[in-house]
């Protein structure tokens, strides 16, 4: 079975920078037609800007993946340019925010917490379970955390969001063959701590924080963008056909269960 992802189409959610944009650069310079799906525009035209000035392909559509309504466009743009939607990886997600205890998040701060992160996932697959069903194939692969598994403290709201990622990932692979009775895998990958910008620029004063994670883990160095791409790749390729409703942790071994 292919690992190639040469010629598939997929579409990344929040591509503009860090992780979103390390998926997006590895796809497309293996061969895949990525769809740069970004709320800010000026960074998802650089993305496509990255890609396209290495000889890869790559176009941005601007989609907030709170209002259904640009989901549903983006998805159609993405069948309209390249005929196709093999593969969608939910990675827009709220990050970068202040740590606090749960008594001081503010009720606006998680309710924009779950439109994002949870709700816009929802969103995204409704949009292009369409294409999928008449296609008869398709993967979804949702970006979870190793919080998820592990727990931190003074991150509820985050850390909630991406329990629920998770969780929707196992009922999800159960559900879509069901009701679209087509072969449409829903996996996720669950991060470790990331050095992206957002990462660096929350864990500024915690310093403390990023030797204790780095100590837990079995792997003794920062996890950067780059360690995640080869679970995408795997995921989006053939070679992943008969794995669904799986996590894929990629942390160093922090979760080591």
Known sequence: MSVSVKDKVVIVTGAGR??????????????????????????????????????????????????????????????????????????????????RSLFQIPDEEWDRMMNINVKGIWHCIKAVLP???????????????????????????????????????????????????????VNSICPGLTFTQASIDMMVGHEKAIDVNIADQCLKRKEMPDDLVGAVHFLVSDASDFMTGASIVVDGGAARY
């Not at 991406?162 to 009775?181: C, D, H, N, Q, R």
């Open 18 to 99: 860090g992780i979103g944009r390390a998926y997006a650069e590895e796809l497309a310079g293996e061969g895949a037609k990525v769809v740069v799906a970004e709320i800010v525009e000026n960074a998802g035209k650089d993305t496509v800007q990255a890609i396209t000035g290495k000889g890869g392909e790559a176009f941005f559509i601007r989609t907030d993946v709170t209002d259904f309504e640009t989901c549903k466009k983006m998805a159609e743009d993405a069948v309209s340019k390249y005929g196709a939607i093999d593969a969608l990886i939910n990675n827009a997600a709220l990050y970068g925010i202040d740590t």
């Open 131 to 185: 294409q999928m069903t008449k296609q008869g194939k398709g993967k979804i692969i949702n970006v979870s955390s190793g919080v998820a598994l592990r727990g931190v403290p003074f991150l509820l709201h985050y850390v909630a969001s991406k329990g629920a990622v998770y969780s929707m990932t196992k009922a999800l692979a159960m559900e879509l063959p069901l009701i679209t009775k087509a072969n449409i895998t």
